[in-house]
């Protein structure tokens, strides 16, 4: 049976893999596990509850906060608000538990729900599979005093962006920023971060009812900024993802800067300012190498983890370090989020062109991309990927065809059912002719 949690919490279609049902039985395993560890302080737990923009995350949220009420934790609602608003609540207000309702990029159709501890951080794979393993038990239920209470958390949305702004040490004055929202949980605090740091803000994807999420929009789309930003004359745009977790941006001309440049970008800011100590910065394998090459030429080591932003937390956290994300815009700044902030991370960027003066194209331009390719295979059976003989032979092949001016990556998606094919090269041609052919070999070999 596959395992229930992804890399980013439980994932699926909404109201058909992602019930009521579910996320009440999900909810109160979540409250038994914890309470079992001892990550409740006091006799009555506070767990706090967010959403993003999609009608289904009404009813979730709805059935998550009864079935934590209903295993004794008091829960606090705080709406519509980015992953990251919900993660800093947990953390700035000693609650003992964040549930998040939301699929991040996914579709419309789609929803999920995904656990944070107390401190703010993701829960690890184990404890995951802890809850999912004590999901459908028979429990003694609280009655009397013992039910947790439901009621609304005030003033979120303020609370959250007055953090994120005040983590800036120079004003946007002067800055033209297009914010596309992505109609999802950024639509209110992301306008309303960039205008209080002072910058000049034009929104699109801003609609409030969810039908729209990420719907050629956001970071997972980005031709509507770049035409904004191209027609309105701004010096740049900033793209977040469904919850604002993300964040992709786009440099005055209309060119994608993607995660690997943000990150090579506020790598060199935290730098020149003497807060990169150990000169690290943490990726994961689907960075570009062209990231490694940028920071090796400045000094700064690139250590990669697996994908997903737990990952890169995790080793941030092991070793010290203050910076690390992904190539799709998951951006961790350790000193002021305890998870990826699309938000934070768009207020920084423009902060490095106003502290500067430089335009987004120049900055940008410190990482020179390699040509990247990546297949999704489908049909396959992605467990086999690691194991199977031929396959092994094509990837060590490819990889000595390429030595030292390119990389082969195969990954079994952990949210998916394929394998994603990726190869790096000096031209696009090769990496294209690359990666077809690894592509053949996996549909060949594990075709189920």
């Not at 990231?291 to 000094?299: E, H, T, Y």
Request: proline content about 4%; some cysteine.
């Amino acid at each position: 049976m596959p395992r229930l949690f992804g890399t980013d919490g439980v994932r699926g279609r909404a109201n058909d893999d992602i019930t009521a049902e579910l996320a009440v039985e999900l909810s109160v395993a979540a409250a038994h596990v914890l309470a079992t560890l001892g990550a409740f302080e006091g006799p009555s737990p506070r767990a706090i509850v967010a959403r993003d923009t999609r009608p289904s995350g009404a009813f979730l949220a709805a059935a998550v906060s009864a079935g934590l009420a209903s295993a004794g934790v008091d829960v606090e609602d705080a709406g519509v608000l980015p992953t990251p608003g919900l993660a800093y609540l947990v953390q700035s207000t000693g609650a003992d538990l964040g549930v998040m309702i939301s699929a991040s990029h996914n579709p419309y159709p789609d929803n999920g729900i995904k656990f944070f501890a107390r401190g703010g951080s993701k829960l690890p794979d184990e404890v995951e599979d802890a809850i999912e393993a004590r999901m459908h038990e028979e429990w003694d239920r609280p009655q009397g005093d013992r039910v947790g209470e439901i009621r609304t958390y005030p003033h979120a949305v303020e609370q959250y962006v007055g953090h994120i702004v005040q983590t800036l040490g120079t004003p946007l004055d002067g800055l033209s920023v297009v914010a596309d929202c992505a109609n999802g949980a950024a639509y209110l605090t992301g306008p309303a971060a960039l205008r209080a740091a002072g910058a000049t803000v034009h929104v699109i994807g801003d609609r409030t009812d969810g039908k729209q999420i990420n719907e050629d929009c956001g970071s997972t789309h980005l031709d509507g900024l770049k035409e904004a930003v191209v027609r309105l004359g701004a010096d740049a745009g900033v793209a977040f993802d469904g919850d604002a977790d993300r964040c992709l941006a786009v440099d005055a001309s209309g060119q994608e800067v993607d995660g690997d440049q943000i990150m090579g970008i506020l790598a060199l800011a935290l730098q020149a300012r003497g807060e990169l100590p150990d000169n690290t910065l943490v990726a994961t394998v689907m960075s570009n190498l062209g990231l490694k090459l940028a920071m090796r030429a400045a000094g700064i080591s690139l250590v990669q983890t697996a994908v997903g932003d737990r990952y890169v937390l995790e080793e941030m956290t092991r070793g010290g370090h203050p910076l690390g994300g992904e190539q799709s815009g998951h951006v961790i700044m350790s000193a002021h989020a305890t998870t990826g902030d699309g938000e934070l991370t768009a207020l920084h960027l423009l902060q490095r062109m106003a502290d500067t003066g430089k335009s987004l194209a120049e900055l940008a331009a410190v990482v020179d991309r390699l040509p990247q390719v990546m297949v999704n295979v489908k049909g396959v059976d992605k467990t086999r990927a690691s194991i199977d003989h031929e396959v092994l032979h094509a990837v060590a092949e490819a990889e000595a065809e390429l030595g030292g001016t390119g990389r082969v990556l195969l990954r079994p998606s952990g949210t998916e059912p394929v394998v994603r094919v990726m190869v790096e090269a000096p031209t696009m041609g090769q990496a294209q002719t690359v990666t077809d052919r690894l592509a053949a070999v996996v549909r060949d070999r594990l075709a189920l």
